[in-house]
Structures are given as C-alpha cells and as structure tokens.
C-alpha cells in the first residue's frame, strides 16, 4: 500500500520520468532494482514511449507502482537512482537569448549540502522566510497571498524531511518567490536569500529597520513597514500590489 504522501511524490517522480527517460533510461532502471522483468513485461509502457502516445504518463504510474509494491524499498530507491543521474556534477554554462532578445548566461549545477527535490514547481507558492517570532508579519504576508489565490508557506509549516534545512531548500526550489524579512539582522534569513538567489528565484525583501539590511543587499529595495496594526495591514497591501505584479494570470486577479 503507497501511502498519501509517497503518491504524490509518486507523480512529481512520473512528471520527471515523462520529460527525461529514453527505453535506455528505463532499462538502467530495471537493471538497478532488479526490476527489468516489470519493465519488459508491460504491454504498454516502451510502446508508448516509442510512439509517443497519449498513455505514456499512465503507463509510467502502473509500472512504478508495480516496483514499489514488488519491493517497498525500491520508492527510495528510484528517487536516488534519479538524483544520481541526472545530477550534473560539474558547473557549466552556455548562452540563452530570452523573449526580450537579451543574451543571459545560464550555469547549471549540483548542490552538494542539498538534495535536488523531485517535485514539480509550484508557480502559486510564495515561500516566506522571517524569524520565527514575527508571526504576525507572516499573517500579513499570508492574508495578501490568500487574496490573490496564491499559495503561501514557511519551512516550520512542513515537517517532509529528516532535516530541517533540506525542508527549506525544498520550498525555495518549488516556488515562485521568495519573500524575506530582515529585521533583526536573523543569519539563517540571509542564507537562506542566498540560496535563493542562485536558485534563480525573485524576492522581495522587508524589514521593520532599513538598517537590519546588509550592505551586499543594500541595492535591493526593501519594503520597510511597522510593527502594529495598522503597519501589518499597510504591509498586507503592499505585499499583494507587489506579488499582483509578479504572478501572471489567472493568479493575479
């Protein structure tokens, strides 16, 4: 029996497999958990891979479920069997022209303190990174995102891995934007903007004191709001003017 949380897994895993597996992909699988016969015997699954048809996706769940109930271990497994391969252990990078024309330089890496999640990204969530104690911040924060029919998520609101910095790797990586307050100069809120900056991720900084924002982020423009009522709410507004921006329709509405 695959539980509740290991299905949904099981989906981001089937969404990767669909983009990146070639038969080869599927028989290193097999070979590797001694899985080749449930492969091999499906009527469907290298067929429909080959021809590109429409039940592809489908046949992808029927054999991962067949080789995690042949061997529960093997849902482990599969996840690190795809984390290893197609893990880039090398920095590289080559030239991209976006929709503006504008050549960009793209790298591509493998963290090596993290593990890269299999899951999907969610273009809904707004990740939120403050001190624990600003708790009313987050409400703010998080009254704006539920306006906007957004997602909104902290990493103490998630318990999904055995430490706790890889759950907020995790959020970072899945989502949209990060939004990041400052105040109090809080060290795990300024590493944590720095995993998201390489990550590629927008965020929008805030901060109760303009001076708790470090010189190397100085550049940054800070939304700076008020510890009391009426600067939550003024800071509730400001947050969903500036994320309205930042997420395309049908989320901005």
């Known amino acids: 029996m695959i539980s509740k949380e290991h299905q949904k897994e099981l989906v981001d895993i089937k969404n990767q497999i669909a983009k990146t597996f070639s038969k080869s992909d599927w ?3 097999g070979y590797t958990l001694g899985s080749y016969q449930v492969i091999e015997a499906h009527p469907r699954l290298l067929k429909s891979l080959s021809f590109g048809d429409d039940d592809y996706e489908g046949n992808i769940l029927e054999v991962l479920t ?12 599969i996840k690190s069997h795809l984390a290893d391969k197609f893990a880039i252990p090398l920095v590289s990078d080559f030239i991209s022209t976006g929709h503006t024309g504008t ?10 303190v993290f593990n890269v999640p299999i899951k999907s990204q969610n273009d809904k969530l707004v990740t939120v990174m403050l001190p624990f104690k600003l708790q009313k911040s987050y409400d703010a924060i998080k009254m704006a995102c539920n306006n906007l029919s957004l997602d909104c998520a902290k990493a103490d609101d998630i ?9 907020i790797f995790d959020l970072i990586f899945t989502c949209r934007v990060v939004v990041a307050d400052f105040t109090g100069k809080n060290p795990n809120v300024f590493y944590e903007v720095g995993i998201a900056h390489t990550l590629g991720k927008t965020v929008v900084p805030i901060t109760q004191s303009m001076a708790d924002v470090p010189t190397d982020l100085g550049h940054h423009r800070a939304l700076l709001y008020y510890p009391n009522d009426q600067g939550y709410l003024d800071l509730s507004k400001e947050i969903e003017k500036r994320l309205a921006t930042l997420f395309p ?3 901005n509405f």
């Open 27 to 29: 028989l290193d699988l």
């Open 66 to 77: 067949e080789i995690i109930k042949k061997d529960p271990k093997n849902f482990k497994e």
């Open 103 to 112: 050549p960009k330089r793209i790298i591509t890496f493998s963290p090596q």
């Open 159 to 167: 318990w999904e891995n055995p430490t706790f910095i890889q759950d």
């Open 249 to 251: 329709s049908p989320f």
